[in-house]
């Protein structure tokens, strides 16, 4: 224990380490705030008591938005209209010819795919926003404002939109200014945001019949299994031996 607080003390105490520690959480904290702020149009109170039931896509996608898409938040898209637009360049680096010659050219090439790239998470996101409407309109209808009805999916597209870009842009400058990926410092949030909710739903659940309080004792033990997989599989090292001939 006091090896970590010493641990601690020493990354602290360095100070280009200790401003992007507080840039990242200065910008996770905002991320955070914005996915409890509800759309414009939308009475909180009648979105938790209408709240529609998801299906397994709908909760996952919610689950990366750190809860956001069932609270209507304008962060409700949360980063995956950008994660579709990268997957997408991705896939055309390698099928398209014009990609691949633009990815081989260094630091341009990647400086104007990532540009395409933003475009297109601007025209993933504005499918997505009008869908999500949609969404809104079928599964928390009560909840919609009457009076504000004649402006809310304009401005909701709009909202939405420019939401998912100021997440892109705070992942981006993550990336640039703080800790890690920035990308998946977000997904990561999202996910862990919703842990505990996640883990006390299953909790209660299972809690009515003593067989599925050990199913869930089981999943659990499966998960610390497959995480504990996964710190050996990426910190495991083999060292190979390498002979060269004298010369």
């Known amino acids: 224990m006091k090896k970590l607080i010493q641990t601690l003390k020493n ?41 529609g039931q998801g299906n397994g896509i709908l909760d996952l996608i919610n689950t990366f938005a750190g809860g956001a898409f069932n609270m209507a938040s304008i962060f409700a898209l949360g980063i995956m209209p950008y994660i579709s ?20 050219e260094g630091d341009s090439g990647r400086k104007k795919i990532n540009q395409y790239t933003r475009f297109l998470t601007v025209a ?36 939405l939109t420019a939401g998912t870009l100021f997440v892109m842009w705070m992942g981006e400058k993550i990336t640039d200014k703080g800790l890690g990926n920035g990308v998946s410092l ?35 033990a499966v998960l610390i299994a497959i995480i504990l997989g996964c710190i050996l599989l990426i910190q495991g090292v083999r060292k190979v031996p390498v002979n060269y001939a004298k010369q």
Not at 85 to 99: R, W
Not at 195 to 209: C, G, I, M
């Open 11 to 51: 990354i602290w105490s360095i100070e280009e380490l200790r401003s992007k520690i507080l840039f990242t959480l200065l910008l996770i904290t905002i991320y955070r705030i914005g996915s409890h702020i509800v759309l414009p149009g939308v009475d909180p109170v009648k979105l938790e008591l209408n709240k």
């Open 124 to 159: 993933v996101t504005l499918v997505q926003a009008s869908a999500y409407i949609g969404y809104l309109h079928q599964t928390s209808g009560p909840a919609l404002i009457p009076d504000f009805a004649p402006y809310f999916n304009i401005s909701t597209v709009i909202i």
């Open 186 to 220: 977000i997904i990561m949030i999202g996910i862990l945001a919703r842990l505990p909710q996640s883990f006390t739903q299953e909790l209660v659940a299972k809690s009515t019949r003593t067989g599925l309080i050990l199913i869930f004792i089981v999943e659990i």
């Open 85 to 104: 637009a990268s997957i997408f360049m991705q896939l055309m680096t390698v099928l398209v010819p014009k990609f691949q010659k633009m990815q081989k």
